[in-house]
């Protein structure tokens, strides 16, 4: 399918950035420029002549959306809670949970050489919390600093 998308010049940038990587193109990124290129793509056909006519279109494909319906956001009638916060605190799985949740984060990041390590630390007020070590969020936050400075210059790469 995606061959067959990128055969169409109007998806080629589009097309060509997400397949960089996932990591050149958030889904957000992604959804607004995959509707950018279908509102130019339909833009293309249209020859309209008249000023007022030519805002009315653009007014319908720009504000009003009218190419695609608001999104439908709901909840699977088969979902089910399976436990509270309490509930898994009382189970010993919080932690667990925590690190996994840490994992997937840093993973997402494409940081999967990181070690979390984690444990019971120390934080900067002196209290102590389950977290990740204090070498292993200094190596995160160095890494978050490089991400935006590069971001601000223009590089979306991650990494």
Partial sequence: MFALLALTSWHATTYRNFAAG??????FDLHSAVLADY??????????ADARARAF????LDEESRLWPDFLLQVSPSYARAATVDELAGQG?????????DRAILACYGWTDLDPRHGFHANERGQT????????RRQILRR??????RISQGDQRHG
Avoid: C
Wanted: avoid cysteine; proline fraction near 5%; glycine fraction near 2%.
């Fill in 39 to 48: 509102r130019d793509f339909v833009r293309s056909f249209f020859l309209t």
């Fill in 93 to 101: 799985r919080l932690h667990e949970l925590h690190a996994s949740m």
């Fill in 57 to 60: 279109v653009d007014q319908a």
């Fill in 129 to 136: 919390r389950y977290t990740i070590s204090p070498d292993t």
């Fill in 144 to 149: 978050l600093l490089d991400l935006n400075i």
């Fill in 22 to 27: 996932p990591e050149s193109m958030g889904i």
